[in-house]
């Protein structure tokens, strides 16, 4: 009996290391979008990544550490996040190829084909321009028509409304709350959970994003 569990254990894990390179062959091409592209987020994308680690509004609105990250942790980080199957990282660029955001696929569950999503858009600049729309529906459609995934799930802080509106509007639901578990400006805060699934999303590519993935099934 405990033979068998552990050849069952060894099977699976090859699955998931089979798996995580399908992504990581993915990384290595270009995912195109409507206005924006992504890539396999690279070291030399780091000085910038730097800048928007210490963004104390990109750390309230997004709720990462308030801790200053040097260029060595940095750098430390993305080794080791570049080694771990259950997570996987683009950058997000524009069509000239400038550098404004990350999207991030955490807790990457082969097996239940669930993984929880997280996407930046660093560069004020590029903010409010529909961006974060595009990669946000350019990535769901990797995640379920390319890998085949059943749930993408995700947290955001409840001031975070322009976030919420977004991810409503890609058809996610809210699933629950954690209530106070984020302190802002001495007050603890609420974080929504979301999650969207296969089906659902293949709603809203038929019928409200219909031109948006002709659009991008073309490219």
Known sequence: ?????????????????????????????????????????????????????????????????????????????????IKNPGNKFFAIRTKDGEYIGNIEL????????????GILIGKKEFRGKGLGLDATLTVLHFIFEQLNFHRVYLSVIIYNKQAINLYEKCGFKKEGVKREAFLYRGQYVDIIEMALLKYEFEEIKNNRFKDFFEEILKK
């Open 106 to 117: 955490n807790s990457i569950d082969w097996i239940n084909r669930n993984l929880e999503i």
């Open 1 to 81: 009996m405990i033979i068998n569990h552990a050849s069952r254990i060894t099977h699976h894990a090859s699955r998931i290391t089979h798996h995580a390179s399908r992504i990581t062959l993915h990384l290595k091409k270009l995912i195109k979008g409507k206005e924006i592209n992504l890539w396999a987020l690279e070291r030399y994308d780091l000085l910038e990544y730097l800048k928007w680690s210490n963004d104390r509004e990109l750390i309230h609105l997004t709720g990462m550490p308030v801790l200053p990250k040097s260029m060595n942790e940095l750098e430390n980080w993305y080794l080791q996040a």
